[in-house]
């Protein structure tokens, strides 16, 4: 772990520690700060709160939210809810892994794509839909997320 990743992973302890609940807040932060929750910090929140290893990575590996290594520079979010599925994220699904060769929860070789699914986007209107970084996209076929694909600063 690095200095800096530590006085991160310190900050969001002070920010969040005192909530009651605070471990969601405290991983949430460090997320959102370094894009994930390296192994390193487990035990630091683990003391600073008063709980197990045990109990703090339990937390992080039972949560999609959370990823304990570091995403690509562009992560994609198919949604894989009812609404999603009846219009064609299956198919959406098992293209995007092809293209990407990649599946679920894992990262293209270049380091330039993480591909995750997600189970509500809220934009059920326009099934199946897709999240890219923070840019949503609806009535996503095979031959769109292709066109979204490419236009995405990947090596």
């Known amino acids: 772990m690095t200095d800096a990743d530590e006085t991160v992973i310190t900050a969001a302890i002070r920010a969040e520690g005192h909530r009651p609940g605070a471990l969601l807040p405290v991983l949430h932060a460090i997320q959102d700060r370094l894009g994930h929750v390296p ?57 995007a892994q092809a293209a990407l060769g990649i599946d679920f929860h894992q990262t293209t070789g270049d380091g330039g794509v993480t591909l995750e699914p997600v189970y509500c986007l809220g934009n059920c209107a326009c099934s199946p839909a897709v999240m890219v970084d923070r840019s949503l996209h609806g009535r996503v076929s095979p031959a769109r997320f292709d066109d979204i694909l490419a236009t995405l600063d990947t090596p």
């Open 39 to 95: 192994p390193a910090a487990v035990p630091l929140v683990a003391k600073a709160l008063g709980l197990s290893r045990a109990e703090v990575h339990g937390v992080v590996s039972f949560y999609h939210d959370f990823r304990a290594t570091p995403p690509g520079r562009h992560v994609v979010r198919i949604c894989m809810a009812e609404a999603c599925q009846a219009m064609g994220a299956d198919r959406l699904r098992e293209h």
